[in-house]
């Protein structure tokens, strides 16, 4: 059964402080790790895809990076702005979408 | 080009009462999804989708029903509702990769609608 979990469940941050959020996950046959956003009362926001081990992506202040076991989503210098929860989530040969609790991030001015 | 849109945004029903959530997409998306959303369970898929007339269970699909009439629209039913179904829907749209089954393509999301059942 393919399973994603992400770590920590909140972070707080100060204004420029970088730092990582962690989705580990198990998976038959990985077809795409899937990262988004969600703010309060809104649905999920999508960010990024990464197909293969090595893979990285970049947006702004973030930027996603993939192992065969984990996947990080680093944020540079991050602004309150980015204060959010972020989803992970995993499709394999089930080909069915399965997400992670989500770390919810809070930035201080 | 409005993406996905979710109607209603909030309903509060009764036990026992029966509703239909509309889910729409302008994307000519050819798959569709409806979750739910719990705190600390994350996003759990109900049912999907891959084309018109077609659809499929997903990881929690009872008490529900659905119905795929139109490529742009997916209904999702409750034909008896009950506290447990207290939940925040999201609806999803996406292009299949070509495999003719779920598809691993992004999943682009509605804002929601938050369903109290008392």
């Known amino acids: 059964e393919d399973q994603v979990t992400q770590s920590p469940e909140a972070l707080r941050l100060q204004e420029g402080e970088s730092s990582s959020l962690n989705c580990s996950y198990t998976v038959s046959g990985l077809r795409g790790l899937f990262w988004y956003r969600q703010d309060p009362g809104k649905g999920p926001e999508f960010l990024f895809t990464?197909?293969?081990a090595g893979e990285e992506k970049e947006k702004e202040r973030l930027k996603a990076t993939l192992t065969k076991k984990e996947s990080f989503l680093h944020i540079t210098a991050p602004k309150p702005e980015d204060s959010a929860t972020y989803l992970c989530?995993?499709?394999?040969?089930?080909?069915?979408?399965?997400f992670g609790k989500g770390t919810k991030l809070t930035v201080n001015p | 080009n409005a993406g996905v849109t979710q109607t209603p945004k909030f309903r509060v029903l009764k036990t026992g009462q029966s509703m239909t959530l509309l889910c729409a997409q302008d994307m000519n998306h050819e798959y569709m999804y409806w979750y739910r959303q719990d705190p600390g369970m994350g996003l759990r898929l109900i049912h999907y989708?891959?084309?018109?007339?077609?659809?499929a269970k997903g990881e929690v699909p009872d008490g529900y029903n659905v119905s795929r009439l139109k490529k742009q629209n997916f209904l999702l039913g409750l034909e008896s509702a009950a506290p447990s179904q207290t939940s925040v829907y999201f609806c999803a749209s996406s292009y299949p990769r070509g495999s003719g089954r779920m598809g691993t393509d992004t999943q682009y999301f509605g804002p929601g609608t938050r369903l109290t059942v008392l």
């Open positions: 989708s891959v084309g018109e007339g077609t659809t």
């Open positions: 989530a995993v499709q394999g040969g089930s080909e069915k979408l399965v």
């Open positions: 990464l197909y293969s």
